[in-house]
């Protein structure tokens, strides 16, 4: 191959959020991701230079948030990316929208720019492989984050160099998807992010998980107290849901109404549109069975301001799983301000809290927080019971992230840490280097690195 090949990371390095990583070979340019960190304020990554192709690996905002940015600025190329991501993607992006425009924030782009996006998305399914171009050609696989969530394979130069990139993955069965795919024809180099990369980064069970969540839940429930559970709409949501699902049909714990607030409902009718894409127990349950954990009448979508603030009066005991995951607006926050001063009520915190965000200072233990009121600043008392269930996470620890590596099949010559804490991609480059005798290193922002 005689041109050449190099990444240059525009942002999401050395933290988690704002990932985007720019591909050049042979005098073209390709984007893989361009997400944002939506926290207050947001996060961006570098401006991206005119580019040829986007790729993107899913559908969260840290992944795919400033997309319709590029078309406001005349972009005018295609965008590759599986089926159920180019749904999720446009569904969250909107929302992000709507939920700015409530908050007062200024947006970087419009809902025409989405709706952009919409039309120049290629949309492909795992296993299938496209030409790019005359030399490169992609293949997506499940990288079992969330629903159509990829590592994406790319055969470069003839097959002269290949590489991949994981965007966010989960090397474990989860309750909604099979583990990430780690064997490939060849490969020579792979971007893997760290997430939970950390020396101490070890996850309960799935088995485990669901016991916490019980025994909190059969407290609360008991005391007649209300649960509040902050959930990203696409992933954590559907999970919760599933075992929330299961414990009230199996009666481990009382049955009471489930609502869904934010983008939830939505998001969840996509899961069922694309069955196709899950694991094959609820393949097998929704295709042979007809019954779909999803659908359960336990859940209530709420559809409005009005039916949220009935819910927040009603005085008998339910569950809320509500956006936004980590606190920084959206319905999660009118639930947590009417009921965080009554002991009775439990917040839940089920997935990752970024550093900066309420949800981190809360889930903390602050019990003095200051909100942005109607553009007041107000003083809220948290009295509630302040809960974590680890283990629904979508991100892999840290075992299972060594284990990845462990039984990647070829394993690739060089490594590349990022999307992680700095400490977190130092440590699991260094310990992956150790065991497995592999080229490894940890990438900073606006660092290039030549393959070839």
């Known amino acids: 191959m005689d041109s050449d090949l190099q990444i240059r990371f525009l942002g999401g390095s050395d933290k988690v959020g704002s990932l985007a ?166 490969l020579e180099a792979m971007f893997m992010e760290s997430t939970y990369g950390g020396r101490s980064d070890f996850q309960p069970s799935r088995k485990d998980a669901t016991s916490n969540l019980r025994e909190i839940a059969k407290r609360c429930l008991k005391n007649n107290g209300k649960i509040l559970i902050p959930v990203f709409a696409v992933g954590r949501s559907q999970e919760v849901m599933i075992v929330l699902e299961k414990l009230m049909r199996k009666k481990e714990i009382k049955k009471v109404p489930v609502y869904l607030d934010g983008m939830i409902w939505e998001a969840t009718a996509i899961h069922t549109a694309y069955p196709e894409y899950l694991n094959n127990k609820l393949r097998s349950q929704t295709f042979q069975k007809g019954k779909n954990p999803l659908l359960s009448d336990i859940f209530k979508r709420v559809d409005g301001h009005e039916m949220r603030q009935r819910i927040i009066r009603e005085p008998d005991p339910c569950i809320v799983l509500a956006t936004s995951g980590m606190m920084v607006g959206g319905p999660v926050m009118e639930y947590f301000k009417s009921w965080a001063d009554n002991e009775k009520n439990t917040i839940v915190f089920v997935g990752y809290q970024a550093e900066g965000s309420l949800g981190r200072r809360v889930q903390r233990g602050w019990r003095n927080i200051s909100l942005n009121i109607g553009g007041n600043s107000t003083q809220l008392k948290v009295n509630m019971d302040i809960e974590t269930v680890d283990g629904f996470s979508g991100h892999s620890d840290r075992r299972q992230l060594m284990n990845f590596v462990g039984n990647m099949s070829p394993r690739p010559k060089r490594l590349i840490f990022g999307h992680g804490e700095e400490s977190k991609c130092l440590d699991l480059s260094s310990s992956i280097h150790k065991k497995f005798n592999l080229n490894t290193m940890a990438i900073k922002n606006l660092e290039t690195v030549r393959f070839v």
């Open 21 to 186: 990583m720019l591909l050049e070979t042979d005098g073209q340019r390709f984007l893989f991701d361009y997400g944002m960190t939506p926290s207050k304020p947001p996060e961006y990554p570098m401006p991206a230079p005119p580019v040829d192709n986007v790729f993107l690996s899913h559908a969260h905002l840290d992944h795919s948030g400033l997309v319709p940015l590029l078309y406001k600025y005349n972009f005018d190329g295609p965008i590759y990316c599986t089926p159920p991501t180019r749904d999720m993607m446009t569904l969250l992006q909107m929302d992000y929208l709507k939920v700015a425009a409530a908050d007062a924030r200024k947006i970087p782009y419009g809902s025409e720019d989405v709706k952009e996006v919409i039309k120049h998305t290629i949309p492909v399914d795992y296993g299938d492989t496209t030409d790019i171009t005359p030399d490169i050609r992609l293949t997506f696989h499940n990288a079992g984050h969330i629903l159509g969530s990829s590592l994406a394979h790319f055969h470069i130069g003839d097959g002269l160099y290949n590489i991949a990139f994981s965007g966010d993955l989960k090397y474990e069965r989860t309750w909604l998807f099979n583990p990430a795919v780690n064997h490939f024809p060849r």
